[in-house]
Nanobody
């Protein structure tokens, strides 16, 4: 059974950085497209960034472009979301999710079957 475990969240001041990790177990990471989603308080879950096994990357929010970087290490079965210059609007629960590599990236959470438990990111002074 595929399992995803997020880590790296926390409280950070505006302008700070966090490095979120998604550890995948149960199956080889190179079989899956992995995406990060965020759910801000009172809002729907939204796509943040996604990486396919081919290395193709999609970033879904203009506000994150240039500030967030997604990467994957298939040997370590880990996907990382590096977040820099964080803003209060980045606050939320961040989830990683997986779908079969036959499917490309998508900003919609509907196509992702397997999810982690989420990690809280709070950006506040």
């Amino acid at each position: 059974q595929l399992q995803l475990v997020e880590s790296g969240g926390g409280l950070v001041q505006p302008g700070g950085s966090l490095r979120l990790s998604c550890a995948v177990s149960g199956f080889s990471l190179d079989l899956y497209t992995i995406a990060w989603f965020r759910q801000a308080p009172g809002k729907d879950r939204e796509g943040v960034s996604c990486i396919h096994t081919s290395g193709v990357i999609r970033n879904y929010a203009d506000s994150e472009k240039g500030r967030f970087t997604i990467s994957r290490d298939n040997a370590k079965n880990t996907v990382v979301l590096q977040m820099n210059k964080l803003e209060p609007e980045d606050t939320g629960i961040y989830y990683c999710a997986a779908r079969n590599q036959l499917y490309g990236c998508s900003p919609s959470d509907a196509g992702f079957r397997d999810w982690g438990q989420g990690t809280q990111v709070t950006v506040s002074s």
